[in-house]
């Protein structure tokens, strides 16, 4: 095994040598004299030793007084979402350094993964694929105008319900989806993958970066660009280098349409900024009837796209729609008004130097500057005009394409900048955008905020200073290595002292993924499971500032959540969640406890390996031997169905399903930002279309082996059937356990 | 369960208070401020609720006397009359004239408990429905990064002895006026508020003991706080209870998401459970086509949303002196119609504030003629009052909160007076 050891050195020299040598590098008026550096408001790390020399020769789990298996445990609620059956000993018996070395390699997430996500339609299309597939309801319009399907007439009349129907049969016929269509496989493979991947290590680092660099899907125009931005811009870099994690963000579009760096300009004459409105609307608001569109095709046509008013010319684009969508530029938007900061504001405040970075005000100013041009190519014809156009104007020598990303040297700000205390000369080009990008990523500041957030992450909410103070070195050293940052995490000895221990409270997510992979769940259909994810706090993409969810404890744990936390256990183990098969009797060999108390004793080490369980064992026996609760739990007993091997009944036939079922689904019907949480339905009818309308999802995402499994055939089933007594009272043990308070920690 | 655990809380801080040799008018102040419901005294109630997709406040509260509106809605302009015969605007006050699908709250007006902000908006001029709702909710225009909401804000400078259900959004999930440090309760139905098992009941009943004993003793402390009160709130609502409510003095909800939010925020005033901030929603107000005058998409809309605030005050009764309610809605729409029969994307709308405090029966802000000169870029009712203006006073004034710059952070701007002093 490599041995590598880091001696202490001085911190206090080395990271600002690196910073000079990163300014050093930028040639001509970049290469600014030291003065000139910023000075970060805060003291620069620790001008002292680190305390730790790193050997990454063993974990030293050892010396903190853990087993093997404890300590493998811990490595599994870390770098994995926790342990299945057979998990803790598995890793064990490889050596825990061995399966960090394969977790640090980025395994492929494994045949599992595949076959279950094998009929997901979308996760392989491209961003532009996506937008060709899912159009807005605009979109949809004029291409039943250009088919001749509606007629202007039939447009302009007010019999709204039949247009829509009109409308419906023509997207079916096309094979257009609708977005929710989108999201529902987006949040199912993002739960697979947590559940059964085999790089369960980068699908936590995804995760986490996710949420660092967060983008929502509240967001009308980011929203269809999130699942190319997690597979593409996010996902290949968890363990690759911070600063190409950073420009695979900044330049997707699904970031730069969130925070508006989309449409962030150089100050224009009017006439410039109108052509420029025109030509910048958003690809997935390609026209003026969007808006219209939108009212006629919600139930409650709340909440359309379309950031900006409509100019005058707009009213006759609406009378006739068609025309104005053959001829963009009668449908001018109210131009965009300069530089927007939001992004250069964020770039600095969340993603890299933090809020108390050390830049001001005049440097979010001049980074938003450096920036313009950085903005979206829209797909398809509108693209291609756009870039014929730029060829003739005479800027297509400074034009770049990239995807969907395009530097437009006709918006970008040409002036000299002053970023960070570094100038950039009048004239430049993109080139800018990547050079602040240089700048922040290998700033100090950065490297202090990010290695905090990785040992909140991955320590605890409050990691010692010793180990953020080692891991910025490790980051500097590495120029941004993140492999190198999280292996060296794992092999400090603060990662597995007492204090790290279950500190960290799982999130929603999490405890979700832990109690699948815990009760080795077949999980047949992810949306139920992902349903009480948002009821639990945590709706999966759709976090609306870009903070990204708070990583404290505080946070998830609260009166209404923790209630949910202890219901979901409840219900999952009882066979309430739709979708989800399970065996409890297989984790125990097949072989059924002979009371309460036995069913206790064997299922909290399977369920909670590795762990102390005295505490929990103690409050639970007096209880699950009360013989009130075995009357409460045997009367309580489902009578012919629901058999102990819960099967669970498909959300079809279970009978509280459309309270379970309405939280998350007012998501679905929605273009709008009402969010993918609020209760709003789509009309005043209440919940029983909504219902359908998720169930219909829910077929759409169902892989077909799904089938067999509500035929409530699988042989475990049988085997359970045939097992009198139907084992309640597990399930209830079972239950209790996951909504325990030891569960909900890692 | 509430009263005793607030004046245990009063008594240990008495004796924390003694101890260490604090002043005696520390400790009259603290055990009052601890004490105060168990004495009987009542908390104030601010319920705030957003109309998500920007009314037409031009449609709600419609300035009947410019003729400058028959002009550019041709279509849309209604006639006002005295006596609101159907299928015209209730005149309020010789200027503006109140739709009549908002009949409901015509007579909250003449008491001079409801009020009318018009010309409200935000700073930032962005006519992107997320970009405004996120801006009005976090309370920082033109920021996207503000992590809490300004109710969060607002419930962190109540400065007293907490509830769990001090903060309550009936929401799936918590919306972004609500982030934030301070613990706050997002449930779309007060049903589901408990261990549950769908059809198992007793297993609930079973295992909710379970959990008890757990969470009660468990070493980390943040889940064992949480889970107390946890426990405690789910016997405060006593589910049984909620099940049988019927709404006092004759009150009738439609039977919408509006209705239903409505009703079980009036169950919480009314049950004591240490409400302060509640939030609600309503949906459906993106009125591009079709909008309607007495009737179609806009009428709908406004019949819900005004029946539903005349039964929620109705319902309350003894409770109206605790209560203000107030609407908003992201930003207003364009003052032409346009060719589909609706309108588009503005800037300033108006909103509602209704409570006995309330500086009722008025039209405050300021609209001015609707000439393309006065309009914000020619087309738009322009923002004439900050929307911090009026949360800033209403939040402040009913709740008593002193530091707008807490609720609203980098506004250096004055409150615009409409609750009575």
């Known amino acids: 095994m490599n041995s590598r050891i880091l001696t202490g050195v001085a911190l206090g020299g080395l990271i600002p040598a690196l910073w000079a040598s990163s300014m050093g590098a930028a040639p001509g008026a970049l290469a600014a004299p030291r003065a000139q550096n910023p000075a970060p408001r805060r003291a620069p790390l620790a001008a002292k030793p680190a305390p730790v020399s790193l050997s990454y020769d063993r974990l030293p789990y050892a010396r903190?007084?853990?087993?093997?298996?404890?300590?493998?445990?811990?490595?599994?609620?870390?770098?994995?979402?926790?342990?299945?059956?057979?998990?803790?000993?598995?890793?064990?018996?490889?050596?825990?350094?061995?399966?960090?070395?394969?977790?640090?390699?980025?395994?492929?997430?494994?045949?599992?993964?595949?076959?279950?996500?094998?009929?997901?339609?979308?996760?392989?299309?491209?961003?532009?694929?996506?937008?060709?597939?899912?159009?807005?309801?605009?979109?949809?319009?004029?291409?039943?105008?250009?088919?001749?399907?509606?007629?202007?007439?039939?447009?302009?009349?007010?019999?709204?319900?039949?247009?829509?129907?009109?409308?419906?049969?023509?997207?079916?016929?096309?094979?257009?989806?609708?977005?929710?269509?989108?999201?529902?496989?987006?949040?199912?493979?993002?739960?697979?993958?947590?559940?059964?991947?085999?790089?369960?290590?980068?699908?936590?680092?995804?995760?986490?970066?996710?949420?660092?660099?967060?983008?929502?899907?509240?967001?009308?125009?980011?929203?269809?660009?999130?699942?190319?931005?997690?597979?593409?811009?996010?996902?290949?870099?968890?363990?690759?280098?911070?600063?190409?994690?950073?420009?695979?963000?900044?330049?997707?579009?699904?970031?730069?349409?969130?925070?508006?760096?989309?449409?962030?300009?150089?100050?224009?004459?009017?006439?410039?900024?109108?052509?420029?409105?025109?030509?910048?609307?958003?690809?997935?608001?390609?026209?003026?009837?969007?808006?219209?569109?939108?009212?006629?095709?919600?139930?409650?046509?709340?909440?359309?796209?379309?950031?900006?008013?409509?100019?005058?010319?707009?009213?006759?684009?609406?009378?006739?729609?068609?025309?104005?969508?053959?001829?963009?530029?009668?449908?001018?938007?109210?131009?965009?008004?300069?530089?927007?900061?939001?992004?250069?504001?964020?770039?600095?405040?969340?993603?890299?130097?933090?809020?108390?970075?050390?830049?001001?005000?005049?440097?979010?100013?001049?980074?938003?500057?450096?920036?313009?041009?950085?903005?979206?190519?829209?797909?398809?014809?509108?693209?291609?005009?756009?870039?014929?156009?730029?060829?003739?104007?005479?800027?297509?020598?400074?034009?770049?394409?990239?995807?969907?990303?395009?530097?437009?040297?006709?918006?970008?700000?040409?002036?000299?900048?002053?970023?960070?205390?570094?100038?950039?000369?009048?004239?430049?080009?993109?080139?800018?955008?990547?050079?602040?990008?240089?700048?922040?990523?290998?700033?100090?500041?950065?490297?202090?905020?990010?290695?905090?957030?990785?040992?909140?992450?991955?320590?605890?909410?409050?990691?010692?200073?010793?180990?953020?103070?080692?891991?910025?070195?490790?980051?500097?050293?590495?120029?941004?290595?993140?492999?190198?940052?999280?292996?060296?995490?794992?092999?400090?000895?603060?990662?597995?002292?007492?204090?790290?221990?279950?500190?960290?409270?799982?999130?929603?997510?999490?405890?979700?993924?832990?109690?699948?992979?815990?009760?080795?769940?077949?999980?047949?259909?992810?949306?139920?499971?992902?349903?009480?994810?948002?009821?639990?706090?945590?709706?999966?993409?759709?976090?609306?500032?870009?903070?990204?969810?708070?990583?404290?404890?505080?946070?998830?744990?609260?009166?209404?959540?923790?209630?949910?936390?202890?219901?979901?256990?409840?219900?999952?183990?009882?066979?309430?969640?739709?979708?989800?098969?399970?065996?409890?009797?297989?984790?125990?060999?097949?072989?059924?406890?002979?009371?309460?108390?036995?069913?206790?004793?064997?299922?909290?080490?399977?369920?909670?390996?590795?762990?102390?369980?005295?505490?929990?064992?103690?409050?639970?026996?007096?209880?699950?031997?009360?013989?009130?609760?075995?009357?409460?739990?045997?009367?309580?007993?489902?009578?012919?169905?629901?058999?102990?091997?819960?099967?669970?009944?498909?959300?079809?036939?279970?009978?509280?399903?459309?309270?379970?079922?309405?939280?998350?689904?007012?998501?679905?019907?929605?273009?709008?930002?009402?969010?993918?949480?609020?209760?709003?339905?789509?009309?005043?009818?209440?919940?029983?279309?909504?219902?359908?309308?998720?169930?219909?999802?829910?077929?759409?995402?169902?892989?077909?082996?799904?089938?067999?499994?509500?035929?409530?055939?699988?042989?475990?089933?049988?085997?359970?059937?045939?097992?009198?007594?139907?084992?309640?009272?597990?399930?209830?043990?079972?239950?209790?356990?996951?909504?325990?308070?030891?569960?909900?920690?890692? | 369960m509430w009263t005793r655990r607030a004046l245990l809380k009063s008594g240990g801080m008495a004796v924390f208070a003694v101890g260490m040799g604090g002043s005696p008018q520390f400790l009259a102040r603290a055990a009052s401020l601890a004490a105060s419901p168990a004495m009987g005294r009542r908390r104030k109630v601010l319920v705030t609720l957003f109309q998500r997709g920007a009314m037409d406040g031009l449609m709600a509260v419609t300035p009947f006397t410019d003729p400058n509106l028959r002009v550019m809605r041709p279509q849309l302009a209604m006639d006002a009359s005295r006596d609101a015969g159907p299928g015209a605007l209730t005149d309020l006050d010789g200027r503006f004239g109140l739709h009549p699908a908002l009949s409901a709250l015509a007579p909250l007006f003449r008491e001079k408990r409801l009020a009318i902000v018009h010309g409200v908006g935000s700073p930032d001029p962005t006519r992107s429905h997320f970009d405004a709702q996120d801006y009005m909710e976090s309370g920082t225009p033109g920021r996207k990064g503000t992590a809490s909401g300004w109710l969060n804000r607002a419930v962190g400078q109540l400065g007293h002895d907490a509830s769990p259900f001090r903060a309550v959004s009936l929401t799936s999930a918590l919306p972004r006026s609500l982030y934030g440090d301070e613990p706050a309760l997002a449930v779309a139905n007060l049903n589901d508020f408990g261990v549950q098992v769908p059809g198992a009941a007793r297993v609930a009943q079973a295992a909710g003991q379970s959990f008890e004993a757990l969470y009660e003793t468990t070493s980390q402390s943040l889940l064992r706080g949480a889970g107390k009160e946890s426990f405690e709130a789910v016997r405060m609502l006593n589910r049984a209870d909620l099940a049988n409510y019927q709404p006092a003095n004759g009150a009738v909800y439609p039977n919408s998401p509006l209705g239903r939010s409505l009703r079980q925020i009036a169950m919480l005033i009314k049950k004591d459970v240490g409400l302060e901030v509640a939030f609600a929603e309503s949906g459906g107000w993106d009125t591009h086509v079709q909008e309607g005058t007495t009737n179609g998409a806009f009428a709908r809309r406004a019949k819900d949303l005004g029946d539903s605030i005349a039964a929620f005050w109705t319902d309350l009764g003894p409770r109206q002196d605790d209560v203000t309610l107030m609407t908003m809605t992201e930003f207003g729409r364009t003052v032409h119609e346009n060719g589909s029969g609706g309108t588009d994307h503005g800037r300033g709308s108006c909103l509602f504030a209704l409570g006995n405090d309330v500086d009722g029966g008025k039209v405050h802000g300021r609209v001015p003629a609707l000439v393309p000169d006065a309009l914000e870029d020619r087309r738009d009712l322009p923002v004439t009052t900050d929307f911090r203006a009026v949360f800033s006073d209403v939040a402040g004034a009913h709740l008593g909160i002193a530091k707008d710059a807490a609720l609203f952070p980098g506004w250096t701007g004055a409150r615009l007076p409409v609750i009575r002093a």
């Open chain 1, 64 to 746: 903190a007084g853990l087993s093997a298996t404890q300590a493998a445990a811990h490595l599994l609620d870390r770098f994995a979402f926790g342990a299945r059956p057979g998990d803790v000993e598995r890793v064990v018996a490889l050596g825990l350094e061995r399966w960090l070395s394969q977790q640090l390699a980025a395994p492929a997430p494994g045949p599992e993964v595949e076959r279950r996500l094998a009929e997901y339609s979308t996760l392989t299309l491209s961003p532009a694929e996506v937008v060709q597939r899912y159009p807005n309801n605009g979109q949809l319009l004029r291409a039943a105008l250009d088919a001749g399907v509606i007629t202007q007439a039939e447009y302009q009349k007010k019999d709204r319900v039949a247009l829509k129907d009109r409308l419906a049969q023509f997207a079916q016929q096309q094979g257009y989806g609708r977005p929710q269509e989108l999201l529902a496989e987006t949040t199912a493979q993002k739960l697979i993958r947590a559940v059964y991947g085999e790089d369960q290590l980068q699908e936590a680092l995804s995760d986490f970066w996710f949420n660092h660099f967060n983008v929502s899907w509240t967001d009308n125009k980011a929203r269809l660009f999130i699942p190319s931005y997690e597979r593409d811009a996010i996902r290949p870099h968890t363990l690759g280098r911070f600063r190409d994690l950073l420009e695979a963000t900044a330049k997707h579009p699904a970031m730069l349409y969130y925070l508006n760096n989309a449409e962030s300009t150089a100050p224009m004459p009017d006439d410039a900024r109108m052509q420029l409105a025109a030509d910048t609307k958003d690809a997935s608001d390609a026209s003026a009837t969007s808006d219209a569109a939108n009212a006629v095709m919600t139930d409650n046509a709340a909440m359309t796209l379309n950031p900006a008013p409509p100019a005058p010319g707009r009213r006759k684009a609406l009378q006739n729609p068609r025309k104005a969508l053959q001829n963009p530029k009668k449908t001018v938007k109210k131009a965009a008004r300069g530089i927007n900061e939001n992004y250069a504001r964020e770039l600095m405040e969340l993603h890299t130097l933090g809020v108390d970075g050390g830049y001001t005000q005049r440097d979010v100013i001049e980074v938003a500057r450096a920036l313009t041009g950085w903005t979206v190519l829209p797909p398809g014809p509108r693209g291609n005009a756009l870039q014929r156009r730029l060829a003739r104007q005479g800027s297509a020598q400074n034009l770049v394409v990239d995807g969907l990303f395009v530097f437009r040297p006709d918006m970008h700000d040409t002036g000299a900048k002053t970023v960070l205390g570094q100038a950039f000369p009048a004239g430049g080009g993109m080139e800018e955008g990547e050079r602040v990008l240089d700048l922040v990523a290998n700033h100090p500041a950065t490297i202090r905020h990010i290695t905090h957030q990785i040992a909140v992450r991955f320590v605890s909410d409050t990691p010692p200073k010793a180990l953020e103070d080692r891991l910025a070195r490790v980051f500097s050293d590495t120029h941004g290595d993140l492999r190198a940052v999280v292996r060296a995490l794992a092999y400090s000895p603060e990662f597995w002292s007492s204090s790290a221990l279950r500190a960290k409270v799982k999130s929603p997510f999490e405890l979700a993924a832990s109690a699948l992979r815990a009760l080795d769940a077949d999980v047949i259909n992810p949306r139920p499971v992902v349903q009480w994810i948002t009821r639990m706090g945590q709706p999966l993409y759709a976090y609306q500032p870009p903070t990204g969810y708070p990583d404290s404890a505080k946070a998830w744990v609260n009166t209404g959540s923790l209630l949910n936390r202890m219901n979901f256990g409840l219900q999952l183990a009882c066979g309430r969640v739709p979708g989800v098969r399970l065996d409890l009797l297989k984790l125990n060999g097949g072989h059924e406890p002979e009371s309460a108390q036995a069913a206790l004793k064997t299922y909290a080490p399977l369920l909670l390996p590795g762990r102390d369980l005295t505490d929990t064992l103690r409050q639970l026996a007096p209880v699950v031997n009360d013989p009130e609760f075995v009357r409460k739990v045997d009367a309580a007993a489902p009578k012919p169905a629901a058999p102990g091997a819960m099967t669970s009944p498909d959300e079809t036939s279970t009978p509280s399903n459309e309270a379970m079922v309405a939280p998350d689904d007012a998501m679905a019907p929605t273009d709008a930002m009402t969010a993918p949480d609020t209760m709003t339905p789509a009309s005043d009818s209440g919940a029983a279309p909504a219902a359908r309308r998720a169930r219909r999802q829910t077929n759409a995402i169902r892989r077909p082996n799904g089938q067999a499994s509500r035929m409530n055939g699988g042989g475990a089933a049988r085997r359970a059937l045939r097992n009198a007594p139907a084992p309640t009272q597990l399930a209830e043990v079972v239950g209790v356990l996951l909504g325990s308070p030891e569960f909900q920690r890692r």
